[in-house]
């Protein structure tokens, strides 16, 4: 056994470089990360109403959770799954094509089409409600329902961000609009990266299709970047949450068919000074993160991977 | 953008093949799509008050006016700490988030990828894992920790909570991983030190991500308006971001400050754009050299 620790010691002591290395980053990962978070994670076990001590109370929020609280059973999870489903997927993939295609232009153009794609999920903090609410408003001069109108395609103007039914299409509508961010960077990165000469060599080959070139080249020389997108896809949509407020402009969305986990969330946590069961929600949310995330490194991750 | 197209020119158009026309016609139609919140952004914090409000909005402005940005300098001028304390705070802090994220970021991504040290795949466990928890409930035990570090009210808490950013190990870890281990192993053939390696070889292969580590780190810098109304109590201390909010708070039923409030996203935003597009040619003209063979 001690034979063992001091083998380890030793071999710690030969990677001494490598922790000097990672030590300024680890420093304030711990300190603001991990403490926050693992503390977080202690408060789920509690009932911790941001003013008095935290009283220990063992699983009884998560009893509640997932057999009592009928407002997360019945619309934050299946609004989320239904939400990250799409948005998910669907961002992903839209935003490995169009960082492919531009990708394909010429050099000097593809930095202004990136920071065309880019802009929204920049401006989605700033100016995401007062560009959206014009276009969507329920009347005949919001822009959707007028051009709509005047199409044929519809007799009355709808209400797209008010009415139950529509609000979640809005919302996925408009977070898909904005999800070309940190991941599709990468992504584009990650294509230009690939060695031209492989393209070379396969057209000689006798590869034809550019599909076949993205299956079997772009795609497995960029894992790392694929990965990257995955994980940063699945975070991003299932962090997401004030949108359907913001959208609507009420809090709780109506008939909560906005309600999604990060709502319930901030609902508890800030509005009713739940600390104990919002952080019970979030440890939830984590491992609902978690489980999809073992999902995506399945479909992409390679030898050395977890 | 229109000037690239037009410096691109004919020329260009004619060389390139049926696909990548069409390819292009259909990009510049989505373009516009994306980039309405921009135009909307310009326009709208040049409308006069009676433009702003009218129904239906309207996207362009039609008589643009400057009265929006007098509103905000009057407004400026009439809170007890100088504007400029704000910007300083903000440029000051910005800069320095960038250069320090980036490099401890690719400091920490180096090693996680090429040594295979004990513990790495804890920590980069430790990283994905955390990049998952919901802020929300995060704040009050953070709240704690910066207090008990007592840097309360110093430019400490704005730049450290930045510098934990985990995005930034692990899109870096990930473009790390790409160098093959015989181009490292060769430098250290002849003789380089682990940090040369690092600096000198690791870095400039991985530069499109180091761009785009930066890039992030200066939105979260320049955006931040936690810290500030958090671990700060000094007005003196805040940031321009949190200035700009305390303006535009509570806009929903209020008809004041509205003006101010469209420069004052106006002027959020600019910053955003100019860095981005900086970086991002780096990270292009980058590419175009290099590549990883």
Redesign the interface.
């Known amino acids: 056994m001690s034979n063992k620790r001091a083998a380890?010691l030793r071999?710690?002591w030969r990677?001494r470089?490598?922790?000097l290395?990672?030590t300024?980053?680890?420093l304030?990962?711990i300190?603001?990360?991990?403490?926050?978070?693992a503390?977080?994670v202690a408060?789920s076990f509690t009932y911790f109403n941001?003013i008095e001590k935290p009283r220990f109370i063992g699983w009884q929020n998560f009893q509640y959770l997932i057999s009592q609280d009928l407002l997360f059973l019945k619309y934050a999870l299946p609004n989320t799954f239904k939400f990250a489903l799409i948005v998910g997927p669907g961002g992903y993939i839209a935003a490995f094509l169009?960082a492919w295609?531009?990708s394909?232009?010429?050099?000097?153009?593809?930095?202004?089409?990136?920071?065309?794609?880019?802009?929204?999920s920049?401006?989605i903090?700033?100016?995401?409600s007062?560009?959206w609410?014009?276009m969507l408003?329920g009347d005949r001069?919001?822009y959707l329902n007028?051009v709509l109108l005047r199409l044929g395609w519809i007799e009355v103007p709808q209400l797209w961000v008010t009415d139950p039914d529509y609000l979640m299409t809005s919302m996925i509508g408009v977070t898909l609009?904005s999800s070309?961010g940190?991941g599709f960077?990468?992504m584009l990165?990650g294509i230009?990266?690939?060695?031209?000469?492989y393209y070379e060599a396969a057209r000689i080959d006798g590869m034809k299709s550019?599909l076949q070139e993205i299956w079997y080249i772009t795609i497995p020389s960029?894992k790392?970047?694929m990965?990257?997108g995955a994980?940063?896809a699945?975070?991003t949509t299932?962090?997401t949450g004030a949108i359907g407020v913001e959208l609507s402009?009420a809090n709780p969305t109506p008939a909560y068919s906005g309600h999604l986990i990060?709502n319930h969330?901030?609902d508890f946590?800030?509005i009713r000074f739940e600390?104990g069961y919002?952080?019970a929600v979030?440890v939830f949310?984590?491992l609902l993160?978690?489980v999809s995330?073992k999902l995506s490194w399945g479909l992409f991750g390679s030898k050395g991977d977890? | 953008?229109l000037r690239?197209?037009g410096?691109?020119g004919p020329a260009?158009w004619r060389?390139?093949d049926g696909?990548?026309k069409l390819?292009?016609l259909s990009?510049v139609l989505?373009?516009v799509f994306?980039?309405?919140?921009?135009v909307?952004?310009f326009n709208?914090a040049f409308k006069p008050y009676h433009e702003l409000f009218v129904?239906?909005?309207t996207?362009f402005v039609r008589e643009p006016s400057l009265q929006n940005v007098n509103e905000l300098a009057s407004v400026a001028s009439r809170s007890t700490v100088p504007m400029v304390r704000y910007l300083f705070n903000s440029v000051f802090v910005s800069a320095l988030a960038v250069a320090l994220v980036t490099?401890?970021?690719a400091?920490?991504a180096?090693?996680?990828s090429k040594?295979r040290?004990?513990?790495?795949?804890i920590?980069?466990?430790?990283?994905?894992?955390?990049?998952?928890?919901?802020?929300?409930?995060?704040?009050?035990?953070?709240y704690?920790?910066v207090s008990e570090?007592g840097i309360m009210n110093t430019y400490f808490a704005h730049l450290?909570?930045l510098?934990?950013m985990?995005?930034g190990?692990?899109?870096l870890k990930?473009?790390v991983?790409?160098i093959p281990d015989s181009l490292l192993e060769a430098a250290r053939i002849d003789g380089a030190s682990?940090f040369v390696v690092?600096a000198r070889i690791a870095l400039p292969v991985c530069m499109?991500?180091v761009a785009?580590v930066a890039?992030?780190a200066f939105?979260n810098a320049w955006?931040n308006v936690e810290t500030s109304a958090l671990f700060m109590l000094d007005d003196e201390m805040k940031s321009f971001a949190f200035f700009l909010s305390t303006l535009t708070n509570n806009l929903?039923n209020n008809v004041a400050m509205q003006g101010a409030a469209a420069v004052a996203?106006l002027i959020?935003?600019v910053p955003?754009?100019v860095v981005?597009?900086v970086l991002?040619?780096k990270?292009?003209a980058t590419?175009?050299h290099s590549?990883?063979?």
């Open positions: 380890l071999q710690m990677h470089l490598s922790y290395f990672i300024p980053f680890m304030c990962f300190a603001f990360i991990v403490v926050p978070v503390a977080a408060l941001a169009l295609i531009i394909q232009l010429p050099g000097r153009l593809r930095k202004w089409f990136a920071l065309a794609m880019y802009t929204p920049l401006t903090g700033i100016a995401m007062i560009v609410l014009p408003t001069v919001g007028s609009w070309m940190v960077l990468a990165a230009l990266n690939v060695n031209k000469d550019r960029m790392p970047q990965l990257f994980v940063m699945i975070v299932f962090k402009g990060i969330i901030d946590g800030f600390m919002a952080a979030s949310l984590l993160m978690y995330n977890e | 953008m690239a197209l410096r691109f260009g060389r390139m696909f990548q390819l292009l990009l989505l373009s994306m980039l309405l919140p921009v909307y952004i709208h129904y239906p909005p996207f490099g401890v970021s400091l920490c180096y090693p996680l040594h040290f004990p513990g790495a795949g920590v980069f466990a430790a990283i994905l894992l955390t990049l998952m928890f919901a802020p929300e409930v995060v704040q009050i035990p953070r704690l920790v570090l450290f909570p510098m934990a985990p995005i190990v692990f899109l990930q473009f991983d790409q682990e690092f499109p991500a785009t890039i992030l939105q955006g929903a996203s959020m935003f955003n754009l981005f597009v991002q040619s990270v292009i590419m175009a590549g990883i063979k």
